[in-house]
């Protein structure tokens, strides 16, 4: 093997006694970025600090504290289970548990399958996603922004808007059931390409075969990424790339040629007239005839010498938009069906997977409407027509129609009886939240003011359920509640409602609307953690310490959990114990606490489960 193409034993030696996590990153990073193969990436999985950093990225989470088919959460999280992980992995007798399965609803009225593994595996998981991340990040296509760090949905949509011009024909793709047909030996060989460490593949392949109870019944997997899974993202990213691949190497380059179009005739033919129509002192008919030439393209659309082919790919939806006949668009996508068939035993959803023409028709991409613009008398500061054949993007129509329909009855705005009985400061926050929550999602449409409808139908319904509430009238509610409040480009009227906490606290302030229905181009939409490097979390370094927060011992300790704060403040608990008092005072969700006083700690509050 040529030099450099794995590491050396010394290079081996000192990766394998490096206690930072974060320089071991870096290392498995640096060899993605050089396209090295990876060895001995199983002998990583026995350094405490890569567990104790995977325990403070996801310790947060609200599956944390559900239990999957064993009773075991992150509560009492220790250096000794992660110890006793590391000794299991050390000697290969690490088993994974079967995840338990339930449903989660689909906004198609359909259920998804999720599994929820045992902390034990969620922590391995994390662990195993890190180094996969590390090695795989730096190789995957620019095209893929699914389950990417600093990529999501507004970097995917802003590639169409900013890069595509001139499409003709968007093939809209949806691989049907893509993560619960993912072949398992087709994955591993992806893998093995790369990785070459045995026990680190049978890891992973242990990891697909585990199965799943579903009412206490053991089913085994015989295909497919385990969803709910911490490792299942990555996974399925580094099986796509081959997609992304097959795309950049095999469709783009055949049908990508000529540099620009030729010039258009009658476009032509119509300048040279109004030109000598100048010359002829005619001025006016020069007028009308570049009038005219501005109502057709200055490019001829059927240039036969002229192809262009754009890709991009979030999880298992891909759009591709091609300028050219729709013989040869018909044909990319029976490429891609033979593809995903004959390689990566995948299957294209026929009734997702459509060829859109551009120009009279929309075409559907995470969640929003996709179109090609078209207004003839947009001009840039050179006279240039900026608009014509830019992608742009909508707010579907029927998604407005179907956000209403939730606060209507009988077509009209009603009241919502499930919330009469909260506060009128509760119900003006929930309002709010979800308002606000559409909002983001669609600020990237141009016309993200058809919102406006939504709006409308939402404070309607805000102010019957508080007339409702108060058995009082919506003109009263009106009158009670609306103010007048400054925003960025003028003033609006909102609902706010005022809850006083004495002189010592701020009030609380709920408010529904004051927010801009403006179009924001360059948005970009948090649908991604943000990524969070080289420093150690506050609660591992709590841990480290091995110091009882509670009694002062010293020795070997636990992290005690809570769901949520609101569980230390429930009415009716009469006396609370101190370490209630501690973790509300210092409003955190966590307590390390030694062995002896965690308990204590359960035999006051008994250990809930939510199976």
């Not at 996709?370 to 993007?393: F, S, Y």
Request: aromatic share 8%; hydrophobic share 35%.
């Amino acid at each position: 093997m040529a030099k450099g193409d794995r590491w050396s034993d010394d290079q081996d030696v000192k990766v394998r006694e490096m206690r930072n996590a974060e320089t071991i990153l870096g290392v498995i990073s640096e060899r993605g970025r050089r396209r090295l193969p990876l060895e001995d990436i199983y002998r990583q999985l026995f350094n405490p600090d890569l567990f104790l950093r995977a325990y403070g990225r996801i310790y947060r989470n609200d599956g944390a504290m559900t239990p999957g088919s064993t009773p075991e959460t992150v509560d009492a999280m220790s250096l000794e289970k992660i110890d006793a992980i590391i000794d299991a992995l050390r000697h290969e007798r690490y088993r994974w548990t079967p995840a338990r399965r339930t449903y989660i609803a689909k906004k198609s009225g359909k259920l998804r399958p999720l599994g929820i593994p045992t902390w034990s595996d969620k922590l391995l998981q994390e662990v195993v996603r890190s180094l996969l991340n590390a090695y795989y990040e730096p190789q995957f296509s620019p095209h893929s922004h699914g389950f990417r760090p600093h990529r999501g949905c507004h970097t995917a949509l802003g590639e169409i808007t900013q890069r595509w011009r001139g499409v003709k024909w968007f093939i809209e793709g949806d691989i049907s059931q893509c993560f619960d047909r993912i072949d398992h030996p087709v994955l591993l060989s992806i893998l093995n390409e790369k990785l070459h460490d045995q026990r680190f593949l049978r890891l992973l392949a242990n990891l697909l075969d585990t199965g799943y109870l579903e009412d206490w019944k053991y089913h085994a997997t015989l295909s497919g990424s385990p969803q709910g899974a911490v490792a299942s993202p990555i996974l399925s990213n580094v099986y796509l790339d081959k997609l992304d691949q097959f795309v950049e190497t095999v469709l783009i380059p055949a049908h990508n040629h000529g540099k620009r179009r030729k010039p258009y005739p009658p476009y032509m033919a119509l300048l040279n007239s109004a030109r000598r129509k100048m010359d002829a002192e005619k001025t006016h008919e020069a007028w009308l005839l570049r009038r005219q030439a501005q109502q057709m393209p200055s490019r001829d659309p059927n240039d036969p010498d002229f192809r262009r082919l754009w890709y991009v790919r979030y999880a298992d939806d891909f759009l591709l938009g091609f300028s050219g006949p729709r013989e040869e668009a018909e044909q990319i996508k029976r490429q891609l069906e033979e593809f995903l068939r004959d390689s990566l035993k995948l299957e294209l959803s026929r009734g997702k997977t459509l060829i859109t023409h551009a120009r009279t028709e929309a075409a559907r991409f995470l969640g929003y409407e996709i179109v090609t613009l078209d207004a003839d008398e947009k001009h840039d500061p050179r006279g240039h027509r900026c608009i014509n054949g830019a992608p742009g993007l909508k707010v579907p129509a029927d998604v407005i129609r179907t956000k209403c329909s939730r606060y209507m009855q009988r077509g009209k705005p009603s009241r919502l009886a499930a919330r009469l009985h909260e506060t009128d400061f509760s119900i003006v926050t929930q309002y709010q939240a979800e308002y606000r929550g559409l909002f983001q999602c669609y600020l990237l449409a141009f016309n993200v003011h058809r919102l406006w409808r939504l709006h409308r139908v939402m404070e309607l319904s805000l102010t019957h359920t508080l007339a409702d509430k108060f058995k009082t009238s919506v003109n009263q509610v009106y009158r009670k509640y609306q103010k007048t409040v400054e925003v960025p480009h003028g003033t609006q009227k909102v609902l706010e409602v005022i809850v006083d906490r004495g002189p010592k606290k701020k009030p609380l302030v709920a408010r529904f609307g004051g927010i801009e229905l403006r179009w924001q181009k360059y948005a970009i939409l948090n649908d991604h953690p943000k990524e969070v490097f080289g420093v150690r979390s506050e609660v591992v370094q709590r841990l480290l310490a091995q110091k009882c927060e509670l009694c002062g011992a010293e020795g070997a300790c636990q992290v005690h959990h809570v769901h949520k704060l609101a569980d230390l403040n429930r009415p009716g608990q009469g006396e609370k114990p101190p370490w209630i008092k501690r973790m509300a005072a210092r409003r955190r969700k966590t307590l390390v606490v030694c062995q002896k006083c965690h308990a204590a700690i359960h035999r006051e509050r008994p250990r809930r489960h939510s199976f």
